[in-house]
C-alpha cells in the first residue's frame, strides 16, 4: 500500500474551513509538504513544515503535525472557490537523497 | 518564487515513436532534478532522480532504456520516453531542487503525454 495516505475527497461551502488529513509511516523524514494541483496543472508548493515542529500557519493555511501518530493536517480557512483543486500531502527528506514521497491527493470540492 | 517549466505542455505521437520533453530551470540552478509520472487517480510516481553531470538514478521497476534521462546543464534535464506504447500515455511531472536555497522542490507545469 502507500506509504502516504490520505482521504481521496472532500467537499466543503464557500467560507467553510476546510480540513485535509494525511497520515504518514516513515518516522525519518524530515519534511512534511502539502502541494495544490489545480485541474491540467503541474504542482504547487503550499507550505511545509519541518518535522520537529507542531504546528505551521501562513495566512489561511494551518499545518498541523502529530509526529507521534505521523499524522498531518492542512486547515484551510474561508475556503474559496479557488482553493478547489487537489491537495497532495508528501514527506521528504534532508541531505544527498532528496526522495520526496507524495500520498494520493486529495480532491477539494467547494460548493458556492 | 522560483520557476520550473517545460516543453511541450502536450503531445500526442503514435506508438512506436520516441518523444522528448524538456524541464528546465528558469530563475535558479538545479543540481538535481526529478521526474514524476500521474497516473489517474493516483498520487505522482517517482521515476527517477536527474544529476547534473552523471547518470540518473532510477526507481524500482522503472526501465531506464524506455525513459532515457539526461541532466546536461544546471539548468535542463530532458526524459525520452523512447518506442512509446499506449501504456505510456500519462502526465509527467518534474521538479528541480534550488541548490541553493535548502529542500523545496519547485514543479514543472506537466507534459500530457498521449501515445495512439
Known amino acids: 500500500g502507500e506509504d502516504v495516505e490520505q482521504s481521496l475527497f472532500l467537499s466543503v461551502r464557500e467560507g467553510d474551513s476546510s480540513v485535509i488529513n494525511c497520515t504518514y509511516t516513515d518516522s525519518s523524514s524530515t519534511y512534511l509538504y502539502w502541494y495544490k494541483q489545480e485541474p491540467g496543472a503541474g504542482l504547487q508548493l503550499l507550505t511545509y513544515?519541518?518535522?520537529?515542529?507542531d504546528m505551521k500557519q501562513d495566512q489561511r493555511l494551518t499545518v498541523l503535525l502529530n509526529k507521534k501518530d505521523k499524522h498531518l493536517s492542512l486547515r484551510i480557512a474561508d475556503t474559496q472557490t479557488g482553493d478547489s483543486a487537489i491537495y497532495f500531502c508528501?514527506?521528504?527528506?534532508?541531505?544527498?537523497?532528496?526522495?520526496?514521497?507524495f500520498g494520493t491527493g486529495t480532491k477539494l470540492q467547494v460548493i458556492p | 518564487g522560483a520557476v520550473v517549466s517545460q516543453h511541450p505542455s502536450r503531445v500526442i505521437c503514435k506508438s512506436g515513436t520516441s518523444v522528448k520533453i524538456e524541464c528546465r530551470s528558469l530563475d535558479f540552478q538545479a543540481t538535481t532534478m526529478f521526474w514524476y509520472r500521474q497516473f489517474p487517480k493516483k498520487s505522482l510516481m517517482l521515476m527517477a532522480t536527474?544529476?547534473?553531470?552523471?547518470?540518473?538514478?532510477?526507481e524500482q521497476g522503472v526501465e531506464k532504456d524506455k525513459f532515457l534521462i539526461n541532466h546536461a546543464s544546471l539548468t535542463l534535464s530532458t526524459l525520452t520516453v523512447t518506442s512509446a506504447h499506449p501504456e505510456d500515455s500519462s502526465f509527467y511531472i518534474c521538479s528541480a531542487r534550488d541548490s541553493s536555497s535548502g529542500e523545496t522542490q519547485y514543479f514543472g507545469p506537466g507534459t500530457r503525454l498521449l501515445v495512439l
Open positions: 508528501a514527506e521528504g527528506y534532508t541531505g544527498g537523497y532528496q526522495k520526496v514521497t
Open positions: 536527474s544529476n547534473e553531470g552523471s547518470k540518473a538514478t532510477y
Open positions: 513544515i519541518f518535522s520537529n515542529m
